[in-house]
């Protein structure tokens, strides 16, 4: 499988580009002032969003990819992006959500699918099976990779998570709480209408 241009794609392209747009996402939430604007709320939706793509990425690392894999991902992205509509919904209710910050989300909503495709595209048949089509019955059972990715790369991986992305955004709770004396809501956002995008 590390031969294959798509696994090769998916570890050394797609994950890191996404990994770099999570910590440029955290520079901008920061660059706003959001323990000020919309506060801890926003850092917990964040976390939630942290989770709903850990969960599947862990998954596609450890397990062997089946329909149940597969299901997941699919899941989890839908789920992801409602959860992004309620961030981006909150967010602009009290902070400038600028063209740059956009841009990142684009990549944070759309990194997720092409990883998605890629994943399919890698295990066709099983897909297939979630629709009982194809040459394989769909397996739901949880199993180890016969073939695990290299030691080495898992480390460095989850190190850059847990030092550019769990991190940062629980700093970023933190400074909310912080700065709200424990509310989740400071008081600018409680006032303000959601969508509009302007200069707060």
Wanted: aromatic share 12%; proline share 6%; hydrophobic share 55%.
């Amino acid at each position: 499988m590390l031969s294959d241009p798509t696994v090769l794609i998916l570890m050394y392209f797609i994950l890191p580009v996404w990994l770099v747009a999570g910590f440029a996402d955290w520079l901008c939430h920061r660059a706003s002032h959001i323990e000020t604007t919309t506060g801890a709320k926003e850092s917990l939706i964040h976390l939630l969003m942290f989770a709903e793509v850990g969960v599947p990425l862990l998954a596609a690392m450890f397990l062997e990819v089946n329909a149940l894999i597969i299901s997941v991902m699919i899941i989890a992205f839908f789920v992801h992006e409602a959860t992004a509509m309620w961030d981006v919904r909150y967010a602009t209710s009290a902070r400038t959500v600028t063209p740059l910050e956009q841009h990142v989300h684009s990549f944070l909503e759309m990194i997720p699918l092409m990883g998605i495709l890629c994943i399919v595209s890698l295990h066709w048949n099983q897909f297939l099976a979630l629709f009982g089509l194809g040459p394989e019955t769909a397996r739901f059972n949880l199993v180890w990779k016969p073939e695990p990715l290299p030691v080495a790369y898992i480390a460095s991986v989850m190190v850059v998570i847990v030092l550019f992305e769990l991190l940062p955004y629980i700093e970023e709770f933190v400074r909310g709480w912080r700065a709200n004396r424990g509310r989740l809501v400071p008081p600018k956002a409680r006032k303000a209408a959601p969508g509009n995008t302007n200069l707060r």
